[in-house]
């Protein structure tokens, strides 16, 4: 990574690093800048583009450069076109570069063109210009950038830290090198987690920098933070930033305390060492493993808690370790032949197989020895090992062979024989060799194997005969190669002690023996030493008396040191058989006032042997006396020892016999520490617990292995016995305490002498755990005994085993009971000492007790329904099961699978099951429940049903009863499934109707799709995923649908369609529109060929120009979510324009929707077509008035379109058809106005039962005819009631409800769409209706569009418009009365909806604008070139149609297209520069100022469905409703209907009415006879007494009252008068209405006024107290649901009365209105 130095910027500037989400280099922006500048420079430099077909680098870089000098490059232009090029160039503009080419230059097709390019820098900054070429096509420019020459530091992008344990450290390296020509001054800048060496300097050029970065983390995290380096040129103010990424983790360190044994693990899995009951007084010794499970290293240290420290002094204590196992790489060390006053040097290993350190010391004083071994004392390593140095070094000519021991603290010592013979010149005896070591043990085993040996040497006997006897044996046994066990009785521990006594026997040597071969007394001699005795041995000399135990004569040659303090005489002589001599041991110190030890030895040998072989079989005896002095005089203070004695206390086993102990003694002082076991106590037991050795020296740093060895005794003490050390001869003293006590064996049943098994199943088995302890300190053997008759119920393991002291064992007893009864057993435990015999055991018994049951399960629910699950994943279920017997129960589970709803291929012989458990076999305890964890992976769509059953195990784990149901476990899989349930456009298409959106985006196909399963190719990649290398990716469905976005003119406003996506399932999906470069994985640049066919190319234009585009492109719905999706198409290009996009569900469908939208020209007439097919309603055979149909034409250009139908192809069809009409178009021609719909109306008339093909040529202006086809189906004539042919054809499959608004809507609707049915004609209904402003802030407008069919308003709302403030909400009563023609309607409402706050900034601009314009139109104009200019106002007058062009809800405005056609083109057009004209045009269009537009509205759709029947017929077939729906029409007004219908025939065509003639002569003839019998008062009188309950008063309703009451408009366009419409419970307003009514009769006029008033204003009072209802009801101040209030009526009896009275007074008052007195 480079960085550079560019102009100062703050630090502050710098935003805070962030670690990178997806992309390599989103980092800090400014410091992203500044590392790379340089590099990002050169690339550009050295990258080649295409301008136009020139190829040439689009920039120029000078990197280093100086002031004073020129410097060139070349610029080459290559042409790449097929043509030659004339290219204009254009000079940079500044000084600094310069060019020298003529201004135009041409290019053949390959040629190139050599620009030179010379930079010419007066002072240090950056420098930057353009070279500009006009071509044919177009101009282009090059970029001339000169970089200033600045300090460049070269740093990793990022560099990784080991990983590290929190609250330590961890380091690494890594190079800083500065890349520049200028010396750089730089200083690091880092976090606290971090530390970088060194954190300043100063780099010449070129030079490198060695970075340490050092780790110290604090908590357990992962860091990952920026270091900063300023650099620059000063140092005092470096002004340049760079940047590296430290990442370090850090972890916690962890250490886990495990104990050893696994069941205590098992027990407790607490880091716990668990002792137990431990009696007062005794011990017991527990490990535990320390282990590290953390990926760090982990520095620990064993110290006591300060709260706990008395008792851990006390009654604990904790070794880190065992003890070592050590081992040395030989047993013999051989040093051969060696000159007198030579030596010979060999080695050896000592090896340490454990996993604790070593701690050795050789028993040998190398100063005063023939042999030594360097280093005599240490420490070897775990897993580790040592060389050893052996040095022989003799001075008296004969063989010595001396054993020596390496004491090992914890272990028993190892040997080591060490052999070597001396020659002189004088003498030389027989060489020692390793096999005569082998012949002198077998022949000391000989000795013991012979009992007559010792005797027969002793004797004098015959030499040559013993010697012959005992080769042959030695022979024999040395060729079987065999050593008796018995022969080999000693110890290590023993055979070291022997020595240390002064007795000197062969390794191989019997505790039997009678005597040693040589003894030295006393081993030990202490000078100038007082013990606490009171004795004091001052004397110089001491004397030391050797015995010879053998028959032969000895040699016995002291070795002597001149430098030793000690000395002896005499240093050699000859010891008879069976005597002792006395040596003298002087103690002459060199030095005074100090310390002194030694370890002198003597060797003794057979003397004058008449054979040499009886000289090899008897080795030579090394014997050593330990010495030690002290030179201090008299007033002179002793050294004070500085040393430790550890362990301070040394416990025995509690047996009879001799046990050994190790502790260590360290010097840890700078001056030597000399030691002796003070045997002045005045407990006698104390003697007999000697430590080996018992004095010594131990040099400065140095320690000292010592050994005790005790018998415990039965009278011993129990608190232990102290062992005193007398250190430096004085009162300096360590003590130890020492505990050998005897003792008896002791088991304590810790559960009791009772053990209690719960109720078990018969079959079965059942366990539980027993304790014993060991509460002795002695090492015990248990054998547990159980009677043979019942062994098949009970069982414990272990059945035997060792105790170790204070140790308890777990007991694991099992019962497995036969039948169902009480069992009661007495097994026996024996136990003994581990270390004796079995003779002496003891005995202890346990009771134990059990019951034998029957036990069964059962799951808590029979059947459990798991609910929906998603196909390809997994869920687990837990499924409850219940035992409630009194015995655990052991189980195995089965599983039976059946599917239902699915394929034929499903076979459930071979098909794997959906279902897994977690266990098939298990144990539920009694009175418990457990729970059955399954885990469902369905693979198929299916409802799964699983049935569970179980059978019981008996001990063996075989079944034992048949199988027995559980439950029943449903579950269904599911794919995830996504429906389209609204819809809504904007934009070009603001005005296309639901229905039509729903054709367009084929959305009933789209969710037939979504709703069905998908095919295992869809499932090929089951999420998103890249997979091909094409740029139009193959898909895996067969699934498409055609997402068609209709057409516009060029430049119109982009084509906007919302749909609401909904979950209808139970399951999340993941959805995502896949568009090709979504699915195509990126190939390296060099890989792409450029080949790319017409197609790809276009979808290439599509693409790179975002004609289509999707917002949000993907998303996640959870179950019953809604989430509305954006799809816009921008019209930029004219032509069509397609691209397959794919939409995947994750793990369900995959659909291919294939994009296109299609741009017209702007002068240029165009009719969208969404479908050039379309099916009629059917309809019967010989129905006399066929309905009316519609077909609808889009007008999807700019200018207004001309069409006509051909009716020549429906004249052919009637011709066919026996000159029947069977297709006619009403209104074949007509003309469309852009982004408009015309209607088509067109009758259908079948004349047989069957399909009808018609295909109809629409002719368009100025375009070619577009062939239509048109299907219809005759159908036979239905019976009479039937109606199953007129129940949903012409319904219309868009009929939602609006539930969750679109973004950025304002007002809601509460339906979408009305399908009011089948109703007879000229027959009235109405809809209640509510807008609601869901807006919280935004008072709207709202205004209905109400359509005109056929020439005639069919649809009335009230109110029209009105005003609604945040959150209110208005009611609308929709009134749709059908012509008096059959007809299927398809009506289409638009209402505008407007916020009054963009009126009112748009009215306050308005009116502003006029205000300026009308201000400069009265001022004169002053030609002054300084005053500013007067804007150009610009009166657009608004367009008379409602305008509908850009989108009402769209929030963002869209980015403008990219224009051009290649990538080269738009890398040119980066520094295209504008002409003169185009910055003058700019400047002219910056003076306009236009008039304000008026906002755009947004429209809400409201589709009406309705199917009208003539009055004979909807009587023939729908007779119930009929006498619903005409109760209150008029007799004139049914009769002319019924005329009219059943007068009408195919030929009269839908506008057939009466003339003027007829009207007027039904008129004259109806009139008289109403007003006949209205003047009759005994027809009045009649109607009276039949209809009593009815009273009519027509004199007491003014017509002045009826105006009074508020009634919706109608419109004055519709032919016949329409009166105020009444809501019927059933939903349908019907309507009386007056027609033909002419203005000349006013008498009929009143008449039948005054005759209708009645029903009128019952009409109105009803339609009134309806919607006040409803109001009420939606404004929350009537509750619906509430109970109603009751009123108590009085008795039946009285109420009968007084309504009888009231008629018969209403009924006197009514006649008398009726019939004045004349």
């Known amino acids: 990574m480079l960085a550079e130095a560019r102009d100062p910027d703050p630090l ?226 470096p002004d340049s930033l760079c940047a590296v990424l430290l990442q370090g983790l850090a972890k916690y360190p962890y250490l886990q305390l495990r104990n050893s044994s696994g069941k205590e693990e098992e027990d407790h899995g607490d880091p716990v060492l668990h002792f137990g009951s431990v009696g007062v007084g005794q011990s017991l010794c527990k490990h535990f493993e320390i282990f590290n499970p953390s990926p760090v290293n982990v520095s620990f240290c064993l110290s006591c808690l300060p709260a706990v420290a008395p008792m851990y002094e006390s009654e604990f204590s904790c070794d880190v370790s065992r003890g070592p196992k050590v081992s040395l790489s030989s047993s013999v060390v051989d040093f051969g032949c060696v000159e007198e006053r030579r030596s010979a040097v060999k080695t050896v290993e000592l090896f340490n197989s454990s996993h604790v350190e070593a701690i050795y010391q050789w028993d040998i004083d190398c100063a005063n020895s023939v042999f030594s071994i360097l280093p005599a004392n240490g420490t070897v390593p775990a897993q580790s090992h040592i060389t050893l140095r052996a040095v022989y070094t003799p001075t008296h000519p004969m063989g010595h062979h001396r054993r020596v021991a390496c004491l090992t603290l914890h272990r028993e010592p190892v040997f080591l024989d060490l052999i070597g013979t001396c020659h002189s010149e004088l003498q030389q005896p027989a060489i020692l060799k390793p096999e005569h070591l082998v012949l002198y043990k077998l022949h000391w085993i000989h000795r013991q194997h012979s009992s007559d040996s010792v005797s027969a040497l002793q004797q004098g006997h015959d030499a040559n005969v013993d010697q012959e006897r005992e080769h042959l044996f030695v022979e024999k046994q040395s060729n079987k190669k065999t050593y008796s066990g018995a022969a080999i009785s000693t110890t290590p521990m023993e055979e070291f002690y022997q020595v240390c006594s002064g007795c000197v026997d062969p390794p191989s040597s019997s505790s039997l023996s009678s005597s040693p071969h040589v003894s030295i007394v006393p081993s030990e001699l202490l000078f100038n030493h007082k013990m606490t005795s009171s004795s004091f041995t001052s004397s110089a000399s001491q004397s030391v008396s050797i015995t010879n135990h053998t028959t032969g004569k000895l040699s016995l040659i002291w070795t002597v040191t001149q430098k030793s303090s000690f000395s002896i005489s005499p240093s050699s002589c000859v010891l008879a058989p069976l005597k002792s001599t006395s040596f003298q041991v002087t103690y002459v110190p060199k030095q005074l006032n100090t310390l002194h030890g030694a370890q002198l030895e003597c060797f003794a040998y057979y003397k004058d042997s008449p054979d040499k072989r009886q000289q090899l079989l008897c080795l030579p005896w090394c014997v050593t006396v330990r010495v030690i002095g002290h030179s201090f005089q008299l007033g002179k203070e002793h050294f004070t020892p500085i040393c430790s004695l550890k362990p301070h206390q040394v416990v025995f086993p509690a047996l009879g016999g001799v046990f050994y102990r190790t502790v260590l003694l360290k010097n840890n002082g700078d001056l030597p520490l000399t030691f002796c076991q003070d045997h002045g106590s005045n407990c006698p037991l104390a003697e007999s617990m000697p430590i080996l050795p018992s004095c010594g020296v131990v040099p400065p740093g ?106 308890s064992s777990v007991q694991i007893w099992s019962f497995s009971p036969l039948s169902e009864k009480m069992y009661t057993i007495k097994p026996t435990l024996t136990f003994w000492p581990l270390q004796s015999d079995e003779s002496n055991k003891s005995h202890l018994t346990i009771e134990v007790v059990g019951m034998g049951s029957k036990g069964f399960i059962e799951a808590e629910k029979a059947v459990l329904d798991f609910g929906d699950t998603l196909i390809g994943s997994c869920r687990s279920f837990e499924v409850p099961l219940v035992n409630n017997s009194p015995c655990p129960v052991s189980f195995h589970l089965s599983v039976q699978q059946m599917l239902t709803d699915t394929c034929p291929s499903y076979d459930s012989e071979t098909e794997q099951s959906a279902l897994q458990l977690d266990f098939e076999r298990g144990n539920i305890a009694s009175r418990s429940t457990m729970l059955l964890r399954s885990t469902f992976r369905p693979c198929r769509q299916a409802q799964y049903v699983w049935t569970f059953s179980y059978q019981t195990l008996n001990t063996s784990g075989f079944v034992s009863c048949p199988p027995q149901a559980l439950c029943e476990v449903r579950a269904k899989a599911v794919f995830p499934t996504l429906q389209v349930i609204d819809g809504y456009s904007c934009g070009s298409v603001g005005r296309v109707s639901k229905v039509h959106l729903w054709k367009l985006f084929s959305l009933e196909s789209l969710n037939d799709h979504l709703l069905c399963s998908p095919s295992p190719t869809e499932l090929t990649f089951r999420t998103p995923t890249k997979h091909s290398l094409r740029s139009c990716p193959s898909t895996f469905t067969k699934a498409i649908v055609d997402f068609n976005f209709s057409s516009a003119a060029l430049n119109s406003d982009p084509t906007h369609f919302l749909l609401m996506l909904h979950n209808p399932g139970s399951v999340p999906v993941d959805w995502a529109f896949l568009f090709p470069e979504d699915q195509q994985i990126e190939l390296e640049y060099w890989s792409v060929t450029g080949e790319f066919s017409s197609n790809e190319l276009c979808q290439m234009k599509v693409q790179d120009n975002q004609l289509f585009r999707v917002s949000p492109r993907s998303g996640t719905l959870l179950p019953g979510q809604k989430r509305a999706v954006n799809f816009s198409y921008s019209h930029d290009f004219v032509g069509t324009d397609r691209l397959p996009v794919v939409l995947k569900l994750s793990h369900g469908r995959e659909i291919l929707l294939n994009f296109q939208g299609m741009t017209a020209e702007k002068e240029k007439t165009h009719l969208h077509f969404a479908s050039t097919q379309h099916v009629f309603t059917s309809v019967a055979i010989g129905d006399c008035s066929p309905p009316r149909q519609i077909y609808e034409l889009h007008s ?15 004249e052919q069809l009637q011709v066919d058809n026996f000159n029947h009409p069977v297709l006619r178009c009403l209104n074949p021609k007509g003309e469309i106005l852009p982004g408009k719909t015309a209607l088509l109306e067109w009758i259908f008339s079948p004349l047989e039962a069957k399909m009808y093909h018609m295909d109809v040529p629409i002719n368009i202006q100025d375009s070619e005819p577009t062939l239509l086809r048109f299907d219809g189906c005759g159908l036979d004539s239905p019976t009479l009631g039937s109606s199953k042919i007129y129940a949903s054809n012409s319904k219309t499959t868009v009929h939602c409800v609006q539930k969750v608004p679109f973004p950025g809507q304002l007002l809601f609707l509460s339906e979408d769409s009305i399908f009011l049915g089948n109703i007879p004609v000229c027959s009235p209904s109405s809809r209640i209706l509510f807008l609601t402003n869901v807006s919280h802030t935004d008072t709207v407008q709202y205004l209905w569009e109400l359509p005109q069919h056929g020439y005639q308003q069919v649809v009335q709302i009230y109110p029209e418009q009105g005003r609604l403030h945040p959150g209110e909400c208005d009611l609308c009563v929709l009134t749709f009365t059908p012509s008096d023609y059959p007809t299927i309607y398809q009506l289409d409402l638009v209402c505008q909806v407007t916020a009054e706050a963009a009126l009112a900034r748009y009215h306050k601009a308005l009116h502003h604008w006029e205000e300026e314009k009308q201000k400069q139109q009265d001022e004169f104009t002053i030609t002054d070139k300084k005053l500013p200019e007067r804007r150009v106002f610009i009166d657009k007058q608004p367009v008379a149609a409602p305008a509908r062009k850009g989108p009402p809800l769209r929030k963002y405005k869209t980015l403008p297209p990219i224009c051009s056609s290649s990538s080269s083109e738009t890398v040119g057009s980066l520094y295209t520069r504008q002409t003169r004209t185009e910055q003058q045009l700019q400047r002219e269009k910056a003076k306009e100022w236009r008039r304000p537009e008026a906002p755009q509205p947004a429209l809400l759709h409201l589709n009406i469905t309705a199917h009208s029947y003539g009055l004979l017929e909807y009587l023939t077939h729908f007779p119930d409703q009929y006498n619903k729906l005409l109760r209150n029409l008029p007799l004139n007004r049914t009769q002319q209907c019924l005329r009219n219908s059943a007068s009408t025939s195919l030929s009269a065509g839908p506008s057939v009415s009466i003339h003027n003639s007829e009207r007027d002569i039904l008129q004259n003839t109806i009139t008289p006879l109403l007003r006949d019998i209205l003047d009759d008062s005994a027809f009045i009188k009649s109607l009276t007494l039949c209809y009593k309950p009815a009273i009519y008063r027509p004199t007491q309703i003014s017509s002045t009252n009826s105006r009074n009451i508020p009634t919706p408009p109608c419109s004055p366009t519709q032919p016949i008068s329409c009166s105020t419409s009444t809501p019927q419970p059933n939903g349908i307003v019907e309507r009386k209405e007056a027609a033909g009514c002419s203005e000349n009769k006013p008498r009929m006029q009143t008449t039948l006024k005054s005759k209708h008033a009645p029903a009128d204003v019952c009409q109105v009072i009803l339609m009134n107290t309806f919607q006040n209802l409803m109001m009420e009801a939606v404004r929350g101040e009537l509750v619906l649901t509430a109970h109603p209030h009751t009123v108590t009526p009085p008795p039946l009896a009285v109420r009968s009365r007084q309504m009888s009275r009231a008629v018969t007074d209403e009924d006197q008052q009514t006649l008398k209105s009726h019939n004045p007195p004349k």
């Open 12 to 237: 502050a500037s710098v935003a805070p690093w962030k670690p990178p989400i997806a992309e390599k280099d989103r980092k800090d922006p400014g410091i992203h800048s500044r590392r790379r500048g340089l590099r990002y420079q050169r690339q550009a430099s050295n990258q080649k583009s295409c301008f136009f077909g020139v190829e040439t680098t689009p920039k120029l870089v000078w990197e280093d450069w100086d002031l004073g000098r020129e410097f060139t490059k070349t610029l080459v232009l290559k042409n790449v076109y097929s043509k030659m090029q004339k290219l204009h160039i254009r000079s940079p503009v500044s000084k600094f570069f310069s060019i020298s080419i003529p201004q135009t230059a041409y290019l053949s097709p390959g040629t190139s063109l050599s620009i030179p390019v010379i930079f010419r820098p007066l002072k240090r900054c950056e420098y930057d210009d353009i070279i500009e070429f006009q071509g044919g096509k177009g101009n282009f420019q090059i970029r001339l950038h000169a970089i200033p020459p600045c300090p460049t530091l070269e740093v990793p992008e990022s560099v990784m830290l080991p990983l590290c344990a929190v609250q330590h450290s961890s380091q690494t390296h890594f190079q800083l090198k500065n890349v520049s020509k200028l010396k750089a001054f730089f200083q690091w800048d880092c976090p606290a987690q971090f530390q970088l060496y060194p954190e300043q300097g100063l780099l010449k050029p070129g030079q490198e920098c060695h970075i340490t970065v050092i780790f110290r983390p604090q908590e357990a995290l992962v860091y990952q933070q920026q270091a900063y380096c300023r650099f620059g040129e000063e140092g005092n103010n």
């Open 702 to 807: 140095n320690h000292q292995i010592l050994t005790l060895r005790a018998i415990p005794t039965e009278d011993s003490p129990k608190q232990g016995l102290s062992v005193t050390l007398q250190l430096n001869a004085a009162k300096f003293t360590k003590e130890l305490t020492v505990i050998s006590v005897v003792e008896k064996p002791h088991v304590f049943l810790e559960s009791g002498s009772s053990l209690y098994f719960h109720p078990t199943a018969v079959g079965s088995q059942t366990q539980c755990s027993h304790h014993i302890r060991n509460l002795s300190r002695l090492p015990l053997r248990f054998q547990w005994s159980i009677p043979e008759s019942d062994q098949e119920l009970i069982s414990v393991k272990p059945d035997a085993g060792e105790l170790h002291p204070n140790e």
């Open 1196 to 1210: 999807g250009g700019g200018v207004p379109v001309h069409y006509e139908v051909d009716t020549a192809a429906l």
